[in-house]
């Protein structure tokens, strides 16, 4: 691949820098830039590939409780499946507490959680909504109803009184 300036860089050397970035290390692109002579821009487009990727690059020195949801979400994905030892390692090399973790992946699961019981709650509360519009449009006709009556009622009185004279002359 062909960066600025002709200068070519390896995809061990560009994982080697991204790597750099990442936990437990965390350097920030502004220091990788300036000892790698390599431009801000591309290593930030090194570490959004990364994370297009699926690895989680929280990046620029960030503690890991200034992370993103999705560099959480994307090291819940990697350490899913991984038993204690595997799991023990893994968090050695990224500066990672296994009790971080699990926090995350609690916090991933009862998300979903929350959307089903807020679309629930919804859902009740449109119910109820849509049956007091029903009710309010059965009160509306009713009044309606009473108020043409009412109206009928004065023309006939009007017409009688045409026909017949007005009672209170007399």
């Known amino acids: 691949m062909k960066e600025k300036n ?3 860089y390896s995809k061990e050397q560009k994982e080697a820098i991204v ?19 390599i431009t801000e821009p591309t290593l930030y487009k090194w570490r959004k590939a990364a994370r297009e990727a699926g690895v989680a690059t929280p990046g620029n020195g960030q503690t890991s409780d200034k992370w993103t949801s999705q560099d959480k979400f994307l090291i819940v994905m990697e ?3 991984m038993n204690e030892t595997e799991l ?3 968090c050695r090399k990224k500066g990672l507490y296994r ?15 929350q ?12 119910k109820e909504e849509k049956k007091r519009a029903k009710q309010l449009e059965k ?14 009622l004065l023309l006939l009185r009007k017409k009688a009184q045409a026909i017949w004279g007005d009672d209170e002359d007399e």
């Open 88 to 90: 023990a390692e893994y």
């Open 19 to 37: 790597k750099r970035m990442m936990p437990p290390h965390n350097e920030s692109v502004a220091t990788i830039s300036k000892e790698e002579g």
């Open 79 to 81: 350490t899913f499946a």
């Open 6 to 8: 002709g200068v070519r």
């Open 99 to 113: 009790e971080q973790i699990e926090a995350w992946r609690v916090a991933c699961l009862q998300a979903n959680g």
């Open 139 to 152: 009160d509306l006709q009713k009044k309606e109803k009473a108020l043409a009556e009412a109206a009928a």
């Open 115 to 126: 959307v089903f019981d807020q679309s629930q709650e919804l859902n009740g509360a449109l």
